[in-house]
């Protein structure tokens, strides 16, 4: 670093023209090496995006931190902590400090992947805080009222149509004691599932690759779960088509709207197909915004006939009404 040449006490002192000239030579190279490291680092990520060094002792489970050159570590997520808490503690979703660690490094993931693959429009932290993690952790309350019905501590639960994890990572954070398993039709978006679920140290829950079509046909998947949910993925007709062979006889589909009031009336016939009923609405404001939600109930009366669901893309092309 240059500093300006102060005369101390011993000091020799220079000649003033062969000084100036020094400082001369030296500013130049000090601009020059400046251009050069700028053009150089346009093409780069920062050093703090990638860096993911942990705190020393600490596991994989614990958040991504970033380390600099003094040794100081430094929280990158400093956005997320404090609006996911307001959030979750606005719908009763109580969080440790291990789980909003686990989100940090969600959403740190999250952004990196999508520089290579899209997966959410919504890139800044106050966002993916509010409008996927806390949206997801909504459905905390229902699965809890569930398990209460049931009598158990314990729910299966497939996320249908699953995209980058919402709902079914963050519920699966928020309420480690429930398997999960996160069907999506691209391959893309289940490998960085699987790098989230590896990262977070998750238990008990999958990734699978398949179309909602074939997989409710699989004996594998067919009638297996306690709970199926998908998140804005298709109009309601077509989510009951898509969701319901999933579920067990008794069990619920929790589908996650925006508006749904055109939606429930023209749904009546497939839900009842599929075997289902139209249990309850809840519709509310998602805490820190001014955006509609809604989560209707639908619960598994009968087992779904065995046509159900038709082959790919006819739900959507034909949907019953």
Not at 51 to 80: C, H, K, V, W
Not at 112 to 126: F, K, Q, Y
């Amino acid at each position: 670093m240059n500093e300006d040449r102060r005369v101390r006490p011993g000091d020799k002192i220079k000649d003033a023209k062969s000084d100036q000239n020094a400082r001369n030579k030296s500013d130049k190279r000090a601009a020059k090496n400046k251009a050069t490291g700028a053009a150089v680092n346009a093409g780069k990520r920062s050093q703090n995006e990638i860096e993911t060094d942990y705190l020393p002792g600490t596991s994989a489970t614990n958040p991504i931190m970033s380390t600099y050159s003094d040794g100081r570590f430094e929280d990158q997520n400093d956005e997320i902590a404090p609006v996911l808490s307001t959030g979750a503690a606005e719908i009763s979703v109580p969080l440790s400090g291990e789980s909003i660690y686990a989100f940090k490094t969600y959403a740190k993931l999250l952004k990196e992947w999508n520089d290579r693959m899209n997966l959410t429009g919504i890139m800044d932290d106050h966002g993916i805080a509010l409008r996927h993690f806390v949206d997801s952790l909504t459905l905390v309350t229902f699965l809890n009222e569930e398990m209460a019905k049931q009598n158990t501590k314990m729910l299966s639960l497939i996320d249908v149509g699953t995209g980058a994890g919402f709902p079914g990572i963050p519920l699966k954070v928020a309420m480690p004691e429930i398997e999960v398993l996160l069907l999506d039709s691209l391959k893309k978006r289940i490998h960085f599932l699987e790098e989230v679920c590896n990262t977070l140290s998750l238990k008990k829950i999958t990734c699978f690759h398949s179309r909602a079509e074939d997989a409710g046909r699989s004996k594998l998947h067919r009638e297996r779960f306690d709970v199926a949910t998908a998140r804005a993925v298709a109009a309601l007709p077509i989510l009951c088509e898509l969701c319901l062979p999933f579920v067990k006889v008794g069990g619920i589909f929790l589908a996650m709207k925006g508006h749904v009031e055109d939606e429930i009336e023209v749904s009546q016939k497939a839900v009842v197909t599929m075997g289902g009923t139209i249990e309850s609405v809840h519709q509310f404001v998602l805490p820190g915004t001014d955006m509609k939600r809604a989560v209707v109930v639908i619960r598994k009366l009968r087992p779904t006939p065995p046509k159900y669901p038709r082959a790919a893309g006819k739900p959507e092309k034909d949907p019953i009404l």
